[in-house]
């Protein structure tokens, strides 16, 4: 129970169509397991009430919220709804983030519009729940904030938009930390490296027209530990170690998640 009595805003707690777990629901289900009340965001919300079915079967506490997290509105209604259901808000874990699947592309084929939708979901949305989390936390004295950039900002990766906005999301991190350390927050992020979840997978084999298996074994040959891809659970973990009190003198770091490849940087 190393979250008992937490309360913690999961944003993409749902997850996309396709086989295993992604890192959003794999997360908010290990919270509600280590104690924490969960807050399922997600802008499906069928989805988000899978992962909230899930948890209850365990007996977890935890309900399903629907967001576009692009809006500013609605960020500011899932703060409220959270703080006003149970009190306070101790953890945020920004997860959502799209590449391919928001269109985006190689610099010379890609579109504005595919661009700025990249932009406002992986970036934007993190911007937006911070700044309607962090005055609560600052009254609180303590909180913990997780978000989840990609092995993307430091390894060779083509696609422009989701490149830059993971970079960003560190650099955002980092500010987090250093400007909020004075009251008790803690800002954290972690960088996924080849991960074997629906979005990752599922998005790919459908993008390029190949079977899931093919991409699965594509991607197993890079990963130098085993030669064999994470798991959103591996995501999972990392995010409960930083956002529970064993991390509390660690703040304003990248974690990268990855299997070794970030030794390969060179």
């Known amino acids: 129970m190393r979250l008992k009595d937490k309360v913690a805003i999961v944003v993409g707690a749902g997850q996309s169509p396709g086989e295993g ?7 908010a289900l290990t919270f509600a397991r280590e104690g924490a009340k969960v807050v399922c965001v997600d802008r499906d919300l069928k989805s988000a009430d899978e992962t909230v079915q899930m948890i209850a079967e365990k007996q977890g506490a ?13 960020i500011k209604a899932m703060v409220a ?32 519009e595919a661009f700025d939708r990249c932009v406002a979901i992986n970036l934007k949305s993190c911007i937006l729940a911070c700044k309607e989390v962090i005055p609560i936390m600052r009254r609180q004295m303590s909180g913990a904030i997780v978000n989840i950039s990609s092995m993307a900002v430091i390894t060779t990766y083509p696609y422009v938009a989701y490149k830059a906005t993971k970079a960003a999301m560190v650099s955002f ?23 074997n979840t629906p979005m990752a997978v599922d ?32 995501v999972a973990n990392a995010a409960l170690f930083l956002a529970s009190d064993e991390a509390k003198f660690i703040t304003g770091v990248t974690l990268p998640v990855d299997g070794g490849a970030s030794v390969r940087r060179g």
């Not at 777990?21 to 997360?27: D, H, Y």
């Not at 935890?62 to 609605?74: H, L």
């Not at 874990?93 to 269109?103: C, I």
């Open 21 to 27: 777990i992604g890192n959003g629901r794999a997360t």
């Open 62 to 74: 935890a309900v399903a919220f629907e967001a576009d997290v692009t809006k500013a509105a609605d």
């Open 81 to 112: 709804d959270t703080r006003s259901r149970w009190g306070r808000i101790d953890i945020l874990h920004n997860n959502v983030g799209v590449s391919l699947a928001g269109g985006d592309a190689e610099l010379l084929e890609i579109a504005e």
């Open 173 to 195: 991190t980092e500010q987090l930390a250093y400007q909020n350390a004075s009251y008790g927050i803690r800002a954290n992020v972690i960088l996924p490296g080849l991960m």
């Open 203 to 234: 998005t790919r084999a459908r993008e390029f027209r190949k079977t899931r298996a093919e991409i699965e074994a594509q991607r197993d040959a890079q990963v130098p530990l085993r030669r064999k891809m994470g798991t959103g659970w591996d």
